[in-house]
């Protein structure tokens, strides 16, 4: 299939697949006689793949390394493990973070009760030192 039949059926821009293959993230395809990129159901497999693990927040590097060890099926899964667990971790910090986020901007909402902008604590907690978030 061709990269535009490729990307359809994953729902990935041609220049992103042009990219994983770039980055050794997905197999270069073969060429046609015209030189076109002819991708097989491996690379539909493996970019669907892919796709699924950039969508759960998943680096490009760590995506790598779940390739790779999809590869071993004899290994010993605690390596797949330990990255699910860095991501979870990962995915809770950005939680912790957006609550505080939501917390800060409510707070803001209920402190102001003005009626014109040279009153509004709103402009005024904007213009103090902003919240370090992790």
Same mark, same amino acid.
């Given at each position: 299939m061709r990269i535009g039949e490729l990307a359809k059926a994953t729902? *990935?821009?041609?220049? *992103?697949i042009r990219y994983y293959e770039r980055e050794g =993230?997905?197999?270069?395809?073969?060429? *046609?006689?015209?030189? $076109?990129?002819? $991708? &097989?159901? !491996?690379?539909?497999a493996t970019l669907s793949f892919v796709r699924r693990a950039r969508g759960l927040g998943f680096s490009t590097s760590q995506v790598k390394e779940l390739l790779t060890l999809s590869d071993n099926d004899d290994k010993s899964c605690s390596d797949v493990d330990q990255l699910v667990r860095q /991501? +979870?971790? !990962?995915?809770?910090?950005? =939680?912790e973070n957006l609550i505080l986020l939501r917390d800060e901007l409510s707070q803001m +909402?209920?402190?102001c009760e003005a009626s014109r902008i040279g009153d509004c604590q709103i402009v !005024?907690?904007?213009? /103090? &030192?902003? /919240?370090?978030?992790?």
């Amino acid at each position: 299939m061709r990269i535009g039949e490729l990307a359809k059926a994953t729902g *990935t821009k041609a220049e *992103t697949i042009r990219y994983y293959e770039r980055e050794g =993230i997905l197999p270069a395809a073969d060429r *046609t006689a015209g030189n $076109y990129r002819d $991708y &097989s159901n !491996e690379h539909l497999a493996t970019l669907s793949f892919v796709r699924r693990a950039r969508g759960l927040g998943f680096s490009t590097s760590q995506v790598k390394e779940l390739l790779t060890l999809s590869d071993n099926d004899d290994k010993s899964c605690s390596d797949v493990d330990q990255l699910v667990r860095q /991501q +979870l971790k !990962e995915v809770n910090r950005k =939680i912790e973070n957006l609550i505080l986020l939501r917390d800060e901007l409510s707070q803001m +909402l209920q402190s102001c009760e003005a009626s014109r902008i040279g009153d509004c604590q709103i402009v !005024e907690r904007l213009a /103090q &030192s902003p /919240q370090v978030w992790r």
